[in-house]
T-cell receptor, first 114, second 115 residues
Framework: AQKITQTQPGMFVQEKEAVTLDCTYD???????LFWYKQPSSGEMIFLIY??????QNATEGRYSLNFQKARKSANLVISASQLGDSAMYFCAMREYRDDKIIFGKGTRLHILP | DSGVTQTPKHLITATGQRVTLRCSPRSGDLSVYWYQQSLDQGLQFLIQYYNGEERAKGNILERFSAQQFPDLHSELNLSSLELGDSALYFC??????????????FGEGSWLTVV
């Protein structure tokens, strides 16, 4: 069964608008972590943001925030004031601490339009 | 710069050959992960080492092997290469396991092309 689901294969957003990338996950482990990574066309995987399952507050890192809804098993990434440089592939990932490996979703390709 | 160093960045080799990919984790990180990213399979977890010991195994083929050395660098060995092994191979590292190591940082990857 797929543990990380990203339902948006591709998105087009106007520059300066906010964008939400969806991610749902499935786990029975009470202790887990959720990650978002950005992969530009050059190929590197850039860490954006982390949310622990016991964190009370939603994680924020600059223009990135993670909308964590634990009961819904949802961990959406919100990018405020999008920029042309945000065009990339975005991956949601989960790490179950009993297992320790990180599982990735299939990604969402984000296109920012000028 | 994530602090994770992978070499080589690009590699072209023939079918049937063997290659070794090398990874140096971030300073102080004890965990090393290997991932394979191909167009049709997405990011596939291969294997994880923690402080020299294998900790988790994913979809790693028997033709592939890995190890983590006492200085914590890791090598991924790919043998009897097939065209389908062409992919971007990532190494990632974290400080520890479980709650001890939250953030996982990736290297820039090694592009392997098998011809």
């Amino acid at each position: 069964a797929q543990k990380i689901t990203q339902t948006q294969p591709g998105m087009f957003v106007q520059e300066k608008e906010a964008v939400t990338l969806d991610c749902t996950y499935d786990t029975s482990d009470p202790s887990y972590g959720l990650f978002w990574y950005k992969q530009p066309s050059s190929g590197e995987m850039i860490f954006l943001i982390y949310q622990g399952s016991y964190d009370q507050q939603n994680a924020t890192e600059g223009r990135y925030s993670l909308n964590f809804q634990k009961a819904r098993k949802s961990a959406n990434l919100v990018i405020s004031a999008s920029q042309l440089g945000d065009s990339a592939m975005y991956f949601c990932a989960m790490r179950e601490y009993r297992d320790d490996k990180i599982i990735f979703g299939k990604g969402t390709r984000l296109h920012i339009l000028p | 710069d994530s602090g994770v160093t992978q070499t080589p960045k690009h590699l072209i080799t023939a079918t049937g050959q063997r290659v070794t990919l090398r990874c140096s984790p971030r300073s102080g990180d004890l965990s090393v992960y290997w991932y394979q990213q191909s167009l049709d399979q997405g990011l596939q977890f291969l294997i994880q080492y923690y402080n020299g010991e294998e900790r988790a195994k994913g979809n790693i083929l028997e033709r592939f092997s890995a190890q983590q050395f006492p200085d914590l660098h890791s090598e991924l060995n790919l043998s009897s290469l097939e065209l389908g092994d062409s992919a971007l191979y990532f190494c990632a590292s974290s400080a520890g396991t479980g709650t001890a190591g939250n953030t996982i940082y990736f290297g820039e990857g090694s592009w392997l092309t098998v011809v």
